[in-house]
């Protein structure tokens, strides 16, 4: 039953490495497939109208009805402020992104609106800096410590003698906006586990040319492979 799928919230830099675009994708073919549900995504690492609205794109593409993942654009800076857009990205009037009570604290409310609705069930994805989980943290760390299942993370931590763990500040997810990586470690991994996964096990995986028509060709679209050939141009 859809009712026992994972939820998913999904926090991404998209618009840049391509990454972010074939993790998103694989989050929507694990949807469709009923092994997880994705309800909500955060789109940060600076420039985040704009990469909400690339979301909303490849949401849409992807077959997502608008209401059913709400998109929250983080206004944080840091991150690197490219965002390259295919054509057909909608206006920020047109991507219905969720406006929360201000556009400064959008991001932050929808990942505590999700745990408040997911009650210990959320799976937090995070590929991206951690600003909005820790804004979200600072409006009502008591809701993320209870609504959150699981916080996973692209990057690495480091084990105190005290058996805590720290960000590891060569990952670049974590060392973009210090204070809030601290305060997500400090705040929640006495009540949830940590899943992470270092740049080096993610360099491991091989990504060729083929494999981006390949992405073209089963979505019926031509627009992965040239997003790809951007981001390593730029």
Aim: hydrophobic share 40%; net charge negative.
């Amino acid at each position: 039953s859809p009712d026992h799928l994972k939820p998913y919230l999904l926090v991404t830099d998209i618009g840049r490495d391509i990454d972010d675009t074939v993790a998103l994708l694989t989050l929507a073919t694990y949807h469709h497939e009923k092994k997880a549900k994705l309800v909500g995504v955060v789109a940060t690492g600076g420039v985040g109208v704009e990469r909400a609205r690339l979301t909303r794109f490849w949401l849409r593409k992807l077959g997502f009805r608008d209401e059913d993942v709400p998109v929250a654009a983080c206004l944080a800076p840091g991150g690197k402020d490219v965002c390259l857009m295919p054509e057909g990205v909608p206006s920020e009037a047109d991507a219905y992104l969720w406006a929360g009570t201000s556009k400064e604290t959008a991001a932050a409310e929808l990942c505590l609106t999700l745990a408040d609705l997911y009650k210990g069930k959320l799976n937090v994805l995070v590929i991206a800096p951690m600003s909005a989980v820790g804004d979200a943290i600072k409006l009502g760390a008591e809701r993320m410590q209870r609504g959150v299942a699981r916080l996973h993370i692209q990057g690495q931590a480091t084990v105190t003698a005290a058996g805590r763990l720290e960000p590891d500040w060569a990952a670049f997810n974590l060392s973009e906006n210090q204070e809030a990586s601290t305060e997500c470690f400090e705040q929640l991994q006495d009540h949830m586990p940590f899943h992470m996964l270092g740049k080096h096990a993610a360099y491991r995986v091989t990504l060729k040319r083929e494999d981006f028509k390949k992405f073209d060709q089963s979505a019926g679209f031509a627009i992965m492979e040239d997003q790809a050939k951007k981001g390593l141009e730029s």
